[in-house]
């Protein structure tokens, strides 16, 4: 109950399109769901987080697609440039979020 | 924000042997968290680490193999301890910011351990 579900493992889209990463979760405890960016060699960077009062929230390029009553989440970024080649992560959290539990992440390749 | 700084950034450690790493924080912080990142895989929390208590650790941690001090509250080590292969993996420190309680990370520690 307290895995996060996210796919695909893996994802090649050309520049400009729209990148699509879905996750799911169970334990509906869960209160915040952030999104990490990394790229090799570095530590995850938080990127944009959605709290379950909002269906969707919108950065820039960067968008979180939520449906409470499905318990699931999506993150689409427009656009997609070769830069936002990295691994995403998605995550959830509750109760002032001291515990973070993380998807198994999703291989970005933007090609030009 | 918040700027954490970690050491070493990478090690080869050979088997047996423990290695400590350090985290600093640019500001004071009150809880500092412990995740590791096995190659290819996500991240899994280590333990809590709260100034001036034993640190609180995850399913599967215990503190003989991960030993952690917080001596105030800016700074934490782990120890990975008695070290074999399957330690083999990145280790992150992360704090909470202020305000919004946003968790941030550290470059994180790449240790291979021969």
């Known amino acids: 109950q307290q895995q996060v579900k996210q796919s695909p493992q893996s994802l090649i889209v050309q520049k400009g399109g729209i990148s699509i990463i879905n996750c799911a979760y169970e334990?509906?405890?869960?209160?915040?769901f952030p999104w990490y960016q990394q790229f090799p060699g570095k530590g995850p960077a938080l990127l944009i987080a959605?709290?379950?009062?909002?269906s969707e929230k919108k950065e820039g390029r960067f968008t979180i697609s939520f449906n409470k009553s499905a318990k699931q989440f999506s993150l689409h970024i427009m656009d997609s440039q070769p830069g936002d080649s990295a691994t995403y992560f998605c995550?959830?959290?509750?109760?002032?979020?001291?515990?973070?539990?993380f998807g198994a992440g999703t291989r970005l390749a933007v090609h030009p | 924000s918040a700027v954490i700084s970690q050491k070493p950034s990478r090690d080869i450690c050979q088997r047996g042997t423990s290695l400590t790493i350090q985290c600093q924080v640019d500001?004071?912080?009150?809880?500092m968290f412990w995740y590791r990142q096995q190659p290819g895989q996500s991240l899994t929390l280590i333990a809590t680490?709260?100034?001036?208590?034993?640190?609180?650790?995850e399913s599967g941690f215990v503190i003989d193999k991960f030993p952690i001090s917080r001596p105030n509250l800016t700074f934490s080590t782990l120890t990975v301890s008695n070290m074999s292969p399957e330690d083999s993996s990145i280790y992150l420190c992360?704090?909470?910011?202020?305000?919004?309680?946003?968790?941030?990370f550290g470059e994180g520690s790449r240790l291979t351990v021969l």
């Open positions: 992360s704090v909470r910011g202020r305000g919004t309680g946003e968790l941030f």
């Open positions: 334990n509906t405890a869960f209160d915040y």
């Open positions: 959605i709290r379950p009062d909002v």
């Open positions: 995550a959830a959290g509750s109760g002032g979020y001291n515990k973070l539990i």
């Open positions: 500001s004071q912080v009150t809880m």
């Open positions: 680490a709260n100034q001036g208590s034993e640190a609180t650790y």
